[in-house]
């Protein structure tokens, strides 16, 4: 019996991979508004009643493909991290930033889903959160090594958030840079969403006709932004 339980297993494993895999190429052509699973259980030769056994509803097949999405760019920040010295600081933050544009040029598609426009009606559920945030907590924690090493140096060109932000900092405080200021924490919001900035005019066409030399752009204004957060040169 343990072994028909492990091989009915491996079959419903293999059978997700393959519906997960089957929607993102959907994802390429219909975009997610337009993701089906009737047109899913077509493409794999199955009755649609099979597939809502693995996938009950679409917005539990765009869940799959989120959480995966950000599995995949969190693994690839961790790596580029992992890459470099602890103490260069800002060697850490040029690497995650540039495997986040990696990772969006190479699976454009999935980017979307993640950071372009939310999909009419879908709610995301709170299993995306953990997975959403891996990437951000790589981030977080260059941030406060350099801190802790006593090599933070936020330039005093600023004017400090209003009193308002510091519940929302101590939010970001608990879960990935704890005791850096409400300033230095509002410096790296800035900072992370200029990253995904860049890289949504790059990935969304806004710089077609106006940048060439992309990724020497991208280098130089994710320097700039670490300088804002006051990681050394």
């Not at 494993?13 to 519906?19: A, C, K, P, S």
């Not at 009606?121 to 891996?134: E, K, L, W």
């Not at 260059?142 to 802790?148: H, L, M, Q, V």
């Amino acid at each position: 019996m343990n072994a028909s339980r492990t091989a009915r297993e491996r079959v419903r494993v293999e059978l997700t991979r393959e519906i997960t895999e089957i929607a993102r190429r959907q994802l390429a052509t219909e975009g997610a508004a337009g993701l089906s699973l009737r047109a899913v259980a077509r493409e794999m030769g199955m009755v649609s009643s099979a597939i809502y056994r693995y996938f009950p509803s679409r917005d539990d097949l765009l869940t799959a493909l989120i959480v995966d999405g950000y599995n995949a760019i969190g693994e690839a920040v961790e790596r580029a991290d992992a890459a470099c010295a602890r103490d260069d600081h800002n060697g850490r933050w040029l690497a995650v930033c540039r495997a986040v544009r990696g990772w969006a040029l190479a699976h454009p598609h999935e980017y979307a889903l993640l950071y372009g426009s939310p999909v009419p009606g879908y709610q995301a559920p709170q299993d995306t959160v953990g997975p959403a945030i891996r990437d951000t907590v790589v981030y977080g924690k260059i941030i406060s090594d350099a801190r802790d090493a006593g090599v933070l140096n936020p330039p005093d060109i600023c004017p400090p958030p209003p009193p308002s932000f510091t519940a929302d900092a101590d939010r970001l405080r608990a879960v990935m840079m704890p005791e850096v200021s409400d300033d230095v924490v509002s410096r790296a919001i800035i900072a992370w969403t200029g990253v995904f900035g860049i890289v949504n005019f790059e990935l969304f066409g806004q710089f077609n006709n106006v940048v060439e030399n992309r990724a020497d752009l991208f280098d130089h204004n994710v320097t700039v932004l670490g300088r804002l957060i006051g990681l050394p040169g």
